[in-house]
């Protein structure tokens, strides 16, 4: 597999042990159901910087929709960010996900693998179980 970016995504799905029935590929990622809310993982098209090829890959995870902010859910969910490893929350459109990505070369392929396949462990376990706000 020469795209750096696909080969990483062909491993988020192997660790995922993704149903088909769930799942909604894309051709440079894919959006899995596990509940009731969406995770998606995807790839960017790879780069060449200073002659190494360079890819990101992100990966998000729906913890509510529905979210109506008010000064204090901003307060406490700036307070609950400082403490995310590897993550941000993202609040758009009523809904609130965890996000994640990662820069990968060839060369840190096996560090890439590790790193990025503990994020996405982060975020599936993450799920709140489809809750609203």
């Known amino acids: 597999m020469n795209d750096l970016g696909l080969e990483l995504l062909a491993f988020a ?42 890819c990101r890959l992100h990966a998000q995870s729906d913890l509510v929709t529905g979210l109506e902010l008010d000064t204090r859910r901003k307060q406490v969910l700036g307070a609950l960010a400082a403490f ?19 820069y990968a070369h060839r060369d840190g392929l096996e560090w890439a693998k590790r790193h990025f396949g503990f994020a996405l462990a982060l975020l599936l376990n993450a799920d709140f179980k489809g809750r609203t706000a």
Not at 84 to 102: C, N
């Open 84 to 102: 995310l490893p590897l993550s941000a929350l993202i609040v758009d459109e009523g809904r609130l996900r965890l996000a994640t990505s990662l």
């Open 13 to 54: 799905q192997e660790i995922m042990q993704l149903d088909a029935e769930w799942t909604k590929r894309e051709p440079r990622g894919f959006t899995w159901w596990g509940g009731r809310l969406a995770q998606r993982v995807w790839a960017e098209p790879a780069k060449q910087e200073v002659g190494t090829e360079i």
